[in-house]
């Protein structure tokens, strides 16, 4: 079984500024999915960017990017010039290769943007 | 609008009295689950599906029931549910991953849950 952690319940940062979110995992799998998804208040689940195991290569979606450390198993997100419309709850999240057995979540990170 | 769509938004009920909450998705995707997600303890699922009528538990299926019978639907039931049930739940659909760019699961707007 896998498990997801997220260390940071809460996380408070100045527009503009750079914030980086937290996210270990723990798998035996060498084949996986990762994910960050947001929730704003509205609670829809947003997915923001994802990461495949095989690719060394870090995601980068617009002012969000992430720092994948395969070994370490850890996997961070870096949102660059933050807004007050990223104020939400961010999940990490895991998917095994195969995905059928759905996602593993974090408990969540409630990041909030002041202006 | 490629969607997952769960009804209803809202419900309040009694202790006891069955319930259906829908989900429908319009992309084909193989696969679907449902999670609840409550305050501290983040969204855990509850059960999954592969594909038509192939479904298994996920983490907290207990008072819980699902069937595929179609690809696009995938209902959980509740037969008598109680108040430790009352929860946001979600509903989410993926492709099977490598057949595609966009894989991962999209999720519904929620349903949020009451039993009293």
């Known amino acids: 079984a896998q498990t997801v952690t997220q260390s940071q319940p809460e996380m408070s940062v100045q527009e503009a500024e750079t914030v980086t979110l937290s996210c270990t995992y723990d798998t035996s799998e060498n084949n996986y999915y990762l994910f960050w998804y947001k929730q704003p208040p509205s609670r829809q689940m947003i997915l923001v960017i994802r990461?495949?195991?095989?690719?060394?290569q870090n995601a980068t979606e617009n002012r969000f990017s992430v720092n994948f450390q395969k070994a370490a198993k850890s996997f961070s997100l870096k949102i660059s010039d933050s807004q007050l419309g990223d104020t939400a709850m961010y999940f990490c999240a895991f998917m095994t290769g195969g995905g059928a057995d759905g996602l593993t979540f974090g408990k969540g990170t409630h990041l909030i943007i002041q202006p | 609008e490629a969607q997952v769509t769960q009804n209803p938004r809202y419900l309040i009920t009694v202790t006891g009295k069955k319930l259906t909450v829908t989900c429908s998705q319009n992309m084909n995707h193989e696969y679907m689950s449902w999670y609840r997600q409550d305050p501290g303890l983040g969204l855990r699922q509850i059960y999954y599906s592969m594909n038509v009528e192939v479904t298994d538990k996920g983490d907290v299926p207990e008072g819980y029931k699902v069937s595929r019978k179609e690809k696009r639907n995938f209902p959980l039931i509740l037969e008598s549910p109680s108040p430790n049930q009352t929860s946001l739940y979600f509903c989410?659909?993926?492709?099977?991953?490598?057949?595609?760019?966009?894989?991962?699961?999209?999720f519904g707007s929620g349903t949020r849950l009451t039993v009293v």
């Open positions: 989410a659909s993926s492709p099977v991953p490598g057949q595609g760019p966009d894989y991962g699961y999209t």
């Open positions: 990461q495949e195991a095989y690719k060394q």
